[in-house]
Nanobody, 115 residues
Framework: QVQLVESGGGLVQPGGSLRLSCAAS????????MAWYRQAPGKQRELVAI???????HYEDSVKGRFTISRDNAKNTMYRQMDSLKPRDTAVYYCNIGINTKNTWGQGTKDTVSA
């Protein structure tokens, strides 16, 4: 069985930074695409960024230049660094990782950007 555990995030003022990590554990033979999603209050969950097994990245337009997704394959861990945060970035952030033959979700971590 595979499990994802998110850590980090929290409350920050506008213009600040937050970092999240998502660590996979369990019976892992292969990790494929890793991704961060977010769900703002009253809105649908949306894809924010992805990183392939080869390290290629793609970002949703609203976070380009402020959001950095990275991965440490040796640790089965993905990271999200978000800078210049805005109140509209307030959301629950979820990691999603393709492990073995299925996609697995993290538990979700809330980031709040507020003065």
């Amino acid at each position: 069985q595979v499990q994802l555990v998110e850590s980090g995030g929290g409350l920050v003022q506008p213009g600040g930074s937050l970092r999240l990590s998502c660590a996979a554990s369990g019976s892992i033979s292969k990790i494929n695409v890793m991704a961060w999603y977010r769900q703002a209050p009253g809105k649908q969950r949306e894809l924010v960024a992805i990183i392939t097994s080869g390290g290629s990245t793609h970002y949703e337009d609203s976070v380009k230049g402020r959001f950095t997704i990275s991965r440490d394959n040796a640790k089965n861990t993905m990271y999200r660094q978000m800078d210049s945060l805005k109140p509209r970035d307030t959301a629950v952030y979820y990691c999603n990782i393709g492990i073995n033959t299925k996609n697995t979700w993290g538990q979700g971590t809330k980031d709040t950007v507020s003065a």
